[in-house]
């Protein structure tokens, strides 16, 4: 069974970095591409960035690039967003998704 934990959100200033982590289990990791998303209150969930299997290739959503960053450890089973110069605009909970499965989701709040 496929499952998906996130971790690493919190409360941080406008300007402020957050490192979100995704443990994946159930599943080989290191065959799939792994996709991070967002939804905002009051809005649909959206992609934000994608890395392929072996990470040599990403992409992102303009409104993020040049800020955020993903990344994966194929020896861990773990993606990574680091996200940098953070909005409040960023505010959401972000999820990582994979075929068709997705976490809990970590609250990410951006705010002075």
């Known amino acids: 069974q496929v499952q998906l934990v996130e971790s690493g959100g919190g409360l941080v200033q406008p300007g402020g970095s957050l490192r979100l982590a995704c443990a994946a289990s159930?599943?080989?990791?290191?065959?799939?591409?792994m996709t991070w998303y967002r939804r905002a209150p009051g809005k649909e969930r959206e992609p934000v960035a994608t890395?392929?299997?072996?990470?040599?290739?990403?992409n992102y959503a303009d409104s993020v690039k040049g800020r955020f960053t993903i990344s994966r450890d194929n020896a861990k089973n773990t993606a990574y967003l680091q996200m940098d110069f953070l909005k409040p605009e960023d505010t959401a909970v972000y999820f990582c998704g994979v075929l068709g499965y997705w976490g809990q989701g970590t609250q990410v709040t951006v705010s002075s």
């Open positions: 890395i392929s299997t072996g990470g040599s290739s990403t």
């Open positions: 159930g599943y080989t990791f290191s065959k799939y591409a």
